[in-house]
């Protein structure tokens, strides 16, 4: 069964850092990454790894968010910085089977910033 699961998420005054988790099960993922769907918002990219191995970054994150990966561990990592209000989202895992052409989503974690 393919599985991905979040965890980390949490309420962080502005400024504050927050570390989500994913870990996957049951299948090795051509390409993982964050996502976030904010209230009356549709979902949209936070950071990426492509399935050559580089990163990706929504602007509004750049240089305080780190996308990272443990290969051996099938999971990969968000680490948040300098958060924002407008950081606030439910925070979703994706994965990536290139040979299916299907995506797989984590049920997601909340993250709330107050200012």
């Known amino acids: 069964q393919v599985q991905l699961v979040e965890s980390g998420g949490g309420l962080v005054q502005a400024g504050g850092s927050l570390r989500l988790s994913c870990a996957a099960s049951?299948?090795?993922?051509?390409?993982m990454g964050w996502y976030r769907q904010a209230p009356g918002k549709q979902r949209e990219l936070v950071a990426t790894?492509?399935?050559?191995?580089?990163?990706n970054y929504a602007d509004s994150v750049k240089g305080r968010f780190t996308i990272s990966r443990d290969n051996a561990k099938n999971a990969v990592y968000l680490q948040m910085n300098s958060l924002k209000p407008e950081d606030t989202a439910v925070y979703y895992c994706?994965?990536?089977?290139?040979?299916?052409?299907?995506?797989?989503w984590g049920r997601g974690t909340q993250v709330t910033v107050s200012s």
């Open positions: 994706n994965g990536y089977r290139i040979l299916y052409q299907r995506d797989y």
């Open positions: 049951g299948t090795i993922f051509s390409r």
């Open positions: 790894f492509t399935s050559g191995g580089s990163t």
